[in-house]
Protein backbone atom coordinates (compact mmCIF):
# COMPACT_ATOMS: atom_id res chain seq x y z
CA UNK A 1 0.00 0.00 0.00
CA UNK A 2 1.45 3.74 -0.89
CA UNK A 3 -0.09 6.24 1.40
CA UNK A 4 -0.21 10.02 1.17
CA UNK A 5 -0.96 11.73 4.71
CA UNK A 6 -2.23 15.42 4.56
CA UNK A 7 -3.94 18.30 7.02
CA UNK A 8 -7.37 19.27 6.07
CA UNK A 9 -9.81 21.52 7.70
CA UNK A 10 -11.39 20.86 10.80
CA UNK A 11 -14.87 22.33 9.62
CA UNK A 12 -14.74 19.62 6.54
CA UNK A 13 -14.34 16.83 8.68
CA UNK A 14 -16.98 18.01 10.84
CA UNK A 15 -18.80 18.31 7.99
CA UNK A 16 -18.43 14.93 6.63
CA UNK A 17 -18.04 12.60 10.03
CA UNK A 18 -21.67 11.35 10.37
CA UNK A 19 -23.05 11.02 14.01
CA UNK A 20 -21.61 9.70 16.86
CA UNK A 21 -18.15 10.03 14.97
CA UNK A 22 -16.11 12.74 16.59
CA UNK A 23 -13.25 14.55 14.86
CA UNK A 24 -9.98 13.40 15.96
CA UNK A 25 -7.57 15.92 17.96
CA UNK A 26 -6.04 17.12 14.96
CA UNK A 27 -8.14 17.41 11.22
CA UNK A 28 -5.87 14.54 8.91
CA UNK A 29 -6.79 12.84 6.20
CA UNK A 30 -5.06 10.22 4.38
CA UNK A 31 -5.46 9.06 0.69
CA UNK A 32 -4.31 5.62 -0.06
CA UNK A 33 -3.56 2.87 -3.27
CA UNK A 34 -3.19 -0.91 -2.93
CA UNK A 35 -2.68 -4.46 -4.22
CA UNK A 36 -4.12 -7.61 -1.99
CA UNK A 37 -4.39 -10.90 -2.13
CA UNK A 38 -7.13 -12.26 0.12
CA UNK A 39 -8.65 -16.17 1.40
CA UNK A 40 -12.12 -14.96 0.75
CA UNK A 41 -11.98 -12.31 -2.31
CA UNK A 42 -9.45 -13.67 -4.75
CA UNK A 43 -6.94 -10.57 -5.85
CA UNK A 44 -7.17 -7.10 -6.15
CA UNK A 45 -6.67 -3.82 -6.38
CA UNK A 46 -8.22 -0.13 -5.26
CA UNK A 47 -7.42 2.78 -3.17
CA UNK A 48 -9.74 4.98 -0.45
CA UNK A 49 -9.46 8.38 1.20
CA UNK A 50 -9.72 8.53 5.23
CA UNK A 51 -10.63 10.78 7.81
CA UNK A 52 -9.58 10.80 11.39
CA UNK A 53 -12.77 10.57 13.62
CA UNK A 54 -13.27 8.85 17.14
CA UNK A 55 -15.97 7.34 18.63
CA UNK A 56 -15.91 6.10 22.43
CA UNK A 57 -12.42 6.95 23.19
CA UNK A 58 -11.19 4.91 20.11
CA UNK A 59 -9.67 6.41 17.67
CA UNK A 60 -9.27 5.45 13.92
CA UNK A 61 -10.45 6.32 10.51
CA UNK A 62 -13.92 6.92 8.62
CA UNK A 63 -13.92 5.81 5.23
CA UNK A 64 -14.92 8.64 3.28
CA UNK A 65 -14.18 6.67 -0.15
CA UNK A 66 -13.18 3.29 -1.49
CA UNK A 67 -12.32 2.55 -4.46
CA UNK A 68 -12.20 -1.51 -6.09
CA UNK A 69 -11.22 -2.81 -9.27
CA UNK A 70 -13.75 -6.09 -9.10
CA UNK A 71 -17.22 -6.56 -8.37
CA UNK A 72 -16.59 -9.72 -5.32
CA UNK A 73 -14.39 -7.65 -2.92
CA UNK A 74 -16.91 -4.61 -3.82
CA UNK A 75 -20.25 -6.45 -2.96
CA UNK A 76 -18.45 -8.12 0.15
CA UNK A 77 -16.67 -5.35 1.74
CA UNK A 78 -20.25 -3.26 0.91
CA UNK A 79 -22.07 -5.95 2.86
CA UNK A 80 -20.01 -7.09 5.65
CA UNK A 81 -18.06 -3.83 6.68
CA UNK A 82 -20.77 -1.17 5.45
CA UNK A 83 -17.51 0.31 3.10
CA UNK A 84 -18.50 3.07 0.41
CA UNK A 85 -16.80 0.70 -2.05
CA UNK A 86 -17.60 1.40 -6.28
CA UNK A 87 -15.92 0.10 -8.79
CA UNK A 88 -12.40 1.76 -11.00
CA UNK A 89 -9.74 1.43 -12.51
CA UNK A 90 -6.48 1.75 -10.21
CA UNK A 91 -2.39 1.07 -10.62
CA UNK A 92 0.31 0.85 -8.24
CA UNK A 93 4.42 1.44 -9.36
CA UNK A 94 7.80 1.41 -8.01
CA UNK A 95 10.91 2.66 -9.82
CA UNK A 96 13.48 1.70 -6.94
CA UNK A 97 12.28 4.00 -3.97
CA UNK A 98 10.04 6.15 -6.24
CA UNK A 99 6.09 5.17 -6.12
CA UNK A 100 3.16 6.13 -7.93
CA UNK A 101 -0.72 5.31 -7.65
CA UNK A 102 -3.58 6.10 -8.83
CA UNK A 103 -7.52 5.59 -9.10
CA UNK A 104 -9.19 6.30 -12.14
CA UNK A 105 -13.57 6.51 -12.41
CA UNK A 106 -15.61 7.62 -15.07
CA UNK A 107 -12.42 8.65 -17.68
CA UNK A 108 -10.85 10.29 -14.84
CA UNK A 109 -7.86 10.29 -12.25
CA UNK A 110 -9.78 11.10 -8.92
CA UNK A 111 -6.58 9.79 -6.92
CA UNK A 112 -3.33 10.73 -7.89
CA UNK A 113 -0.31 10.32 -5.65
CA UNK A 114 3.35 9.85 -5.76
CA UNK A 115 6.21 9.15 -3.19
CA UNK A 116 10.06 9.41 -2.59
CA UNK A 117 10.83 7.40 -0.29
CA UNK A 118 13.82 8.15 2.00
CA UNK A 119 13.92 5.98 5.39
CA UNK A 120 13.22 2.53 5.38
CA UNK A 121 11.59 1.81 8.33
CA UNK A 122 11.75 -1.99 8.51
CA UNK A 123 9.06 -4.27 9.66
CA UNK A 124 6.88 -4.10 12.31
CA UNK A 125 3.38 -4.65 13.82
CA UNK A 126 0.71 -2.35 15.11
CA UNK A 127 -3.20 -2.10 14.99
CA UNK A 128 -5.64 0.21 13.63
CA UNK A 129 -9.28 0.90 13.49
CA UNK A 130 -11.87 1.78 10.55
CA UNK A 131 -15.24 2.84 10.69
CA UNK A 132 -18.38 2.64 8.45
CA UNK A 133 -21.63 2.88 8.49
CA UNK A 134 -23.84 0.03 6.96
CA UNK A 135 -27.67 1.40 5.90
CA UNK A 136 -29.84 0.22 3.09
CA UNK A 137 -32.21 2.15 0.92
CA UNK A 138 -35.98 1.87 1.46
CA UNK A 139 -37.95 -0.80 -0.62
CA UNK A 140 -39.86 2.16 -1.70
CA UNK A 141 -37.13 4.46 -2.77
CA UNK A 142 -37.89 7.19 -0.23
CA UNK A 143 -34.88 7.23 2.79
CA UNK A 144 -33.59 3.98 4.53
CA UNK A 145 -34.73 0.93 5.73
CA UNK A 146 -33.81 0.86 8.69
CA UNK A 147 -31.60 3.04 11.02
CA UNK A 148 -27.48 3.05 9.99
CA UNK A 149 -25.23 0.76 11.72
CA UNK A 150 -21.61 1.74 12.75
CA UNK A 151 -19.20 -1.05 12.39
CA UNK A 152 -15.71 -0.60 14.02
CA UNK A 153 -13.36 -2.46 12.11
CA UNK A 154 -9.93 -3.81 14.35
CA UNK A 155 -7.28 -4.19 11.86
CA UNK A 156 -3.99 -6.51 13.23
CA UNK A 157 -0.69 -5.26 10.76
CA UNK A 158 2.12 -7.44 10.40
CA UNK A 159 4.34 -5.64 8.12
CA UNK A 160 7.67 -7.14 6.50
CA UNK A 161 8.46 -3.94 4.73
CA UNK A 162 7.95 -0.17 5.61
CA UNK A 163 9.55 3.33 3.95
CA UNK A 164 8.57 6.47 4.90
CA UNK A 165 9.57 9.71 2.47
CA UNK A 166 7.81 13.06 0.61
CA UNK A 167 4.83 12.73 -1.16
CA UNK A 168 2.14 14.53 -3.17
CA UNK A 169 -1.66 13.96 -3.67
CA UNK A 170 -3.90 15.11 -6.34
CA UNK A 171 -7.82 14.55 -6.20
CA UNK A 172 -9.81 15.45 -8.61
CA UNK A 173 -13.51 15.55 -9.01
CA UNK A 174 -16.63 14.49 -10.82
CA UNK A 175 -20.26 15.21 -10.50
CA UNK A 176 -20.44 10.98 -8.78
CA UNK A 177 -16.71 11.71 -6.78
CA UNK A 178 -16.47 15.19 -5.71
CA UNK A 179 -12.93 14.89 -4.34
CA UNK A 180 -11.58 17.45 -5.52
CA UNK A 181 -13.94 19.67 -2.51
CA UNK A 182 -11.48 17.61 -0.35
CA UNK A 183 -9.32 20.50 1.33
CA UNK A 184 -5.22 19.66 1.39
CA UNK A 185 -3.44 21.96 3.18
CA UNK A 186 -0.11 20.46 3.50
CA UNK A 187 1.02 17.07 2.77
CA UNK A 188 2.42 15.45 6.18
CA UNK A 189 4.50 12.40 4.75
CA UNK A 190 4.20 9.46 2.67
CA UNK A 191 4.45 5.71 3.26
CA UNK A 192 4.61 2.47 1.83
CA UNK A 193 4.43 -1.02 2.97
CA UNK A 194 3.72 -4.77 2.47
CA UNK A 195 2.01 -6.46 5.13
CA UNK A 196 -0.34 -9.02 6.29
CA UNK A 197 -3.98 -7.54 7.62
CA UNK A 198 -5.86 -9.39 9.91
CA UNK A 199 -9.44 -8.10 10.03
CA UNK A 200 -12.47 -8.00 13.02
CA UNK A 201 -15.19 -6.11 12.42
CA UNK A 202 -17.98 -5.27 14.96
CA UNK A 203 -21.32 -3.43 15.14
CA UNK A 204 -21.12 -0.53 17.80
CA UNK A 205 -23.95 1.99 17.67
CA UNK A 206 -27.15 3.41 15.28
CA UNK A 207 -27.42 6.83 14.18
CA UNK A 208 -31.02 7.59 13.28
CA UNK A 209 -32.39 6.80 9.53
CA UNK A 210 -33.40 10.43 8.90
CA UNK A 211 -29.79 11.55 10.53
CA UNK A 212 -28.01 9.35 8.44
CA UNK A 213 -29.87 9.75 4.67
CA UNK A 214 -28.09 12.98 3.53
CA UNK A 215 -24.27 11.00 4.34
CA UNK A 216 -26.04 7.75 2.30
CA UNK A 217 -26.67 10.06 -0.42
CA UNK A 218 -23.31 11.46 -0.41
CA UNK A 219 -21.44 8.24 -0.67
CA UNK A 220 -23.72 7.19 -3.63
CA UNK A 221 -23.30 8.27 -7.15
CA UNK A 222 -25.62 11.19 -8.51
CA UNK A 223 -28.64 9.44 -9.60
CA UNK A 224 -29.81 12.79 -11.29
CA UNK A 225 -26.88 12.49 -13.45
CA UNK A 226 -27.49 9.42 -14.72
CA UNK A 227 -31.09 10.15 -16.06
CA UNK A 228 -31.47 8.94 -19.59
CA UNK A 229 -34.89 8.47 -19.86
CA UNK A 230 -36.16 12.22 -19.27
CA UNK A 231 -33.89 13.29 -22.00
CA UNK A 232 -36.82 12.09 -24.61
CA UNK A 233 -33.92 10.56 -26.94
CA UNK A 234 -35.37 8.25 -29.29
CA UNK A 235 -32.79 5.29 -30.07
CA UNK A 236 -32.32 4.68 -33.83
CA UNK A 237 -34.00 1.20 -34.76
Known sequence: MLSVAFATDQSFVEEVLPPPLEPADVPTARAMVGRWQSNCVSDFAGGAIYVSARHEGVDGEYVLAMFMDGDVPTIY???????????????????GDAFRGWVERNGVRIIELQGQMSKD?????????????????????IGLEEDAVLTRARFEVIAATS?????????????????????????TGASYMECDLIGACEAVATTPADVFIPYHHGRQDDWSALDTESAGVVPVA
Not at 77 to 95: H, N, S, V, W, Y
Not at 164 to 182: F, K, M, Q, Y
Open 77 to 95: GRDLFGEPKKIARTGLMRR
Open 121 to 141: TGAFETEGYNFNFKARPAADG
Open 163 to 187: MEGAGSAVLRGTVHDPLDEIPIRSV
